[in-house]
């Protein structure tokens, strides 16, 4: 069976087995819908054993190529309506402090991608949150946890690099809007293959923006400091 | 480096490179190496005043900064391959009028950080585990671990097992694919592996198997855990 989507402008296809499908289907990307038109690429599933990894890839995949936006390895919530980015690599917390900010009032965007537009606006990326814990990744909803989705683009207020240190107080130190862009492409998906085009969305993502880089112990204690970056 | 009459004064670079001034510092991007610059805002001047004919104490004048301060950045924009270097420069007369503010990118406050692969930014995804009985009472762990990310070298690997059962070892990578082989000491039935980061705090990945038990002292083919 193929199942054939458009997302993000471009087209994909999954050729898996038809006794996976229904297996599959409530896997999918939250962007997914379905098309008729021929894929530009097509990914082989095995079983569904292989869909976490599989549909990784093509998630990846769109997040590089998407048409008109780039992609930030980052958790993205919005207070006030003004974003506050929080880039990462894996493991470095986004969704946890994402979650400890959507408990303390903020709006949801995304655990894993900020979608830039090239106004340097933000667009919610709002899969559910993939929470990990002794027992593996657990999927939940903002909405599961009480909070809203922001539906409409946002501009950028703040960006946190923050990496979890147990133990660690909030160490934090300010960084230019310069140095921001910088630490934003380094998490930019597509900053090989469109390298300008990105730097010219972050540029103006980051126009009047506060940042930070640095440390942050358990997520509910940094999160007075991370909202204030936005309300100031 | 004073003698403009010569010609030998460097000059900013103009090709293969994006450049976006972003409030007062300066974006660069390099098309060559696929490295982005951030030039803070006097290092922006004296990039700016690197005409190809100031000298260096013009270029200081123009930029508001020391005679060394400039020497230094414009050693260290030179190495980041920003300026060109006519024939006849002499380098080394920049670098001793440099030394007072020190060597090194850091100086001027030059930060670069080289375009990462998209796979960079992909979380592990799958593992699967086979068991090999070894014998005496002991069995070896194959595990395999499948990512977009082609290098994640900052995982370690944690097995954790049920009580009285202990191993550990280690696993790299080849592309997207990562293979470890672990001895443990008991048979036992049920084993739970977690990927954690390079610093051993955060679980990324967490999954739980469960294995055929071992005769105690008879080797077995390898077969996988479900």
């Known amino acids: ?61 769109v997040a590089e190529h998407a048409v008109d936006r780039i992609f930030v390895h980052a958790g993205v919530v919005a207070i006030d309506g003004r974003a506050l980015l929080l880039p990462g690599r894996s493991a470095a917390g986004k969704t946890t402090l994402t979650a400890a900010l959507l408990a303390a009032g903020a709006a949801y965007g995304s655990d894993e991608y900020a979608v830039l537009s090239p106004d340097g606006r933000v667009h919610p990326y709002a899969r559910p949150l993939e929470i990990r814990d002794g027992a593996g990744r657990t999927r939940v909803s903002a909405a599961d946890l009480g909070a809203a989705t922001f539906a409409e683009p946002v501009p950028v207020a703040a960006v946190a690099q923050l990496h979890y240190q147990p133990g660690c107080g909030y160490l934090v130190a300010p960084i230019s809007a310069g140095v921001a862009v910088l630490r934003l492409f380094d998490h930019t998906v597509c900053a090989r293959s469109r390298a300008a085009e990105a730097l010219d969305t972050l540029v103006a993502a980051t126009h009047r923006i506060r940042a930070v880089a640095g440390s942050r112990g358990e997520a509910s204690s940094a999160v007075p400091a991370v909202r204030a970056l936005v309300g100031g | 480096m004073e003698n403009r009459a010569d010609g030998a004064m460097p000059r900013q670079r103009t090709k293969d490179l994006a450049v976006r001034a972003h409030c007062e510092e300066t974006l660069v991007l390099d098309r060559r190496t696929g490295t982005a610059h951030c030039l803070p805002a006097e290092v922006t001047r004296i990039w700016d005043a690197c005409t190809g004919r100031n000298t260096l104490a013009e270029i200081a004048s123009a930029a508001g900064v020391a005679e060394p301060t400039a020497a230094s950045a414009v050693d260290q924009l030179i190495s980041l391959d920003l300026l060109e270097v006519p024939a006849g420069f002499d380098r080394r007369e920049l670098l001793r009028r440099g030394a007072l503010v020190g060597a090194g990118i850091a100086a001027a406050g030059i930060e670069s950080v080289v375009a990462p692969a998209p796979s960079a930014q992909a979380s592990p995804q799958t593992m699967t585990l086979q068991q090999q009985c070894t014998g005496t009472n002991s069995r070896e762990l194959f595990i395999t671990l499948k990512n977009p990310a082609s290098s994640p070298s900052g995982y370690n690997f944690i097995v954790t097992v049920p009580t009285g059962v202990s191993g550990q070892g280690n696993i790299s990578f080849n592309g997207t694919t990562g293979q470890g082989a672990f001895n443990i000491t008991n048979a036992t039935s049920t084993i739970t592996i977690q990927l954690r980061d390079n610093n051993g705090n955060v679980i990324v990945l967490t999954k739980t198997f469960t294995c055929t038990i071992c005769p105690t002292t008879t080797p077995q083919p390898i077969q996988a855990c479900t």
Do not use: C, K, M, N
Not at chain 1, 30 to 44: K, L, Q, Y
């Open chain 1, 1 to 61: 069976v193929l199942l054939t989507a458009v997302g993000y402008g471009r087209r994909v296809g999954l050729r898996l087995p038809s006794a996976d499908v229904e297996a599959v289907r409530g896997r999918l990307p939250h962007w997914w819908t379905h098309t008729g038109a021929a894929p530009e690429r097509t990914w082989e599933l095995a079983s569904a054993g292989q869909a976490d990894y599989v549909l990784g890839e093509i998630e990846l995949w």
